[in-house]
């Protein structure tokens, strides 16, 4: 990526991040499931929930800070605090929308 200097972070410290999206309205045991599950599979060191902002293709029922509210609420109830799963504020805070697809195979 222009910009970023991968070989400045030396290899043992570089971190792969699951990075999981949706509107979770609401939040489920299950996206919990999905992202406690790629890191205890190894096939990231950390996953990021990232609830999306406003969508314009997307009817939901509660708005954008509300679901982030309830995403970070679900993550402290169920996830050890120690435990690398975290909720990210990044869509809700950027007022475009962003749209995004990779999937990835673990």
């Known amino acids: 990526m222009p910009g970023v200097k991968t070989d400045a972070i030396p290899p043992s410290k570089r971190k792969t991040v699951a990075v999981i999206g949706g509107s979770f309205d609401p939040p489920t045991l299950a996206h919990l499931m999905v992202a406690s599950q790629v890191v205890q599979l190894g ?3 950390e996953a990021w929930m990232v609830p999306c902002g406003n ?7 509660v708005d954008a800070a509300t679901r982030l509210r309830m995403t970070q609420a679900a993550i402290e109830a169920v996830i050890p605090e120690e435990f690398p799963v975290e909720c990210c ?15 990835s195979p673990c």
Do not use: G, L
């Open 43 to 45: 096939c990231a060191d």
């Open 89 to 103: 504020d990044i869509e809700v805070r950027v007022a475009e929308h962003i749209i995004s697809i990779h999937h």
């Open 55 to 61: 969508r314009p293709d997307k009817d939901t029922q």
